[in-house]
């Protein structure tokens, strides 16, 4: 099994000795965070240009990069070598590059990066890989954990954010990591010499008048209000906002709703439904009153319709604002969940 890519961090912190080898997979924003910390660790020294070597896998060949990982630091213990898109390493160049990682130089920090959220264990890379320890899971935080984060970032930077901020904020952000940390750096800077990030902090500096909008849009199609749900869509895509994050924010309601349908068919209270999903419960009625209108195979249509819309923006066959306004109307078109 991989291991959890966040104790990397923490173990760094820790003072906790790197790893000959690391292959990395999962959340792209803490694959980010994590390399960064590995680079502060290893390259502080003035020759930390000469002791780094990226490459990206579909270019450099498996001979290069173990050469590099075979030559010494320069005036420093160890050399940092990065490889980017790691899955697309040929067969020989996963198998050249296997018989290195069984006998890992010990001055170089060797570093794989998978371009996706998994990988095939069923090759022999990832697989002996694993079973060295060195294949590394960066799972973001579910809809129920990213409370808690978000409340670690502001502690990160020195202050805290009140409850009922986060409930707006989360509506407002979504659930993409960079997109909070980027908001969070915002309300820091917005409050000032303040301590606690408020409700008003979040609806001045973030929401700028978009909340409304957000609230209304992701409420109209769990009521499938089509009318209501087309307006909204309008009123947020003229404000600015990219249509995949919109998604997001559709994608986020919808997860939502299946999980209060589950947990209240499984005879779960009305405060444990709320924690354990970890949104407040002053939105908890919304949602309870949303899952009424579909059933459970009808959410799994609404997942597969979101899948064809996020595939269809990826493809740029139709413009994004055609993507997401046919997304709005089979969402709430009665007949079909």
């Known amino acids: 099994m991989a291991q959890d890519g966040l104790k990397i961090t923490e173990g760094l912190k820790k003072g906790k000795e790197l790893l000959p080898v690391y292959c990395f997979y999962g959340d792209s924003y803490l694959i980010e965070e994590a390399v960064q910390d590995i680079k502060a660790k290893l390259l502080s020294s003035a020759f930390k240009e000469m002791n780094y070597n990226a490459y990206d896998a579909k270019e450099a060949d498996a001979e290069t990069i173990i ?45 794989f990066r998978v371009s996706a959220d998994k990988v095939d264990k069923r090759l022999s890379f990832f697989l002996e890989l694993e079973k060295a320890g060195y294949l590394f899971h960066f799972k973001p935080p579910s809809d129920a954990q990213l409370p808690l984060w978000i409340k670690k970032e502001a502690q990160r930077l ?22 909070i940390k980027q908001e969070i750096e915002k309300l820091v800077i917005f409050v000032g010499g303040r301590d606690t990030i408020e409700k008003k902090d979040v609806e001045m500096a973030v929401a700028n008048g978009r909340i409304d909008t957000v609230f209304n849009l992701a409420d109209s199609i769990g009521r499938r209000d089509l009318r209501e749900g087309m307006i909204n869509l309008k009123k947020i895509l003229e404000q600015g906002e990219q249509p995949v994050k919109i998604m997001g924010m559709i994608a986020r309601q919808f997860r939502i709703i299946w999980r209060v349908k589950a947990l209240k068919k499984s005879g779960a209270a009305m405060n444990k439904i709320a924690q354990t999903i970890g949104i407040f419960p002053m939105y908890l009625d919304s949602y309870l009153k949303q899952e009424r209108n579909f059933t459970q195979e009808g959410l799994l249509k609404v997942f ?12 740029g066959r139709q413009t994004p604002d055609m993507v997401m306004e046919r997304l709005v109307l089979e969402l709430c078109f009665k007949d079909r969940l």
């Open 304 to 315: 597969k319709m979101l899948h064809n819309a996020d595939i269809a923006l990826k493809s």
């Open 158 to 179: 020195g202050k805290k954010i009140e409850d009922d901020a986060i409930g707006i904020f989360l509506e407002v952000v979504g659930s993409e990591l960079m997109d």
């Open 67 to 111: 050469s590099t990982a075979q030559t010494f630091p320069v005036m420093a213990q160890k050399r940092l070598v990065f490889v980017s898109r790691a899955e697309s390493l040929s067969k020989p160049q996963q198998e050249a590059l296997l018989s290195y990682i069984k006998n890992p130089a010990a001055t170089t920090c060797l570093m």
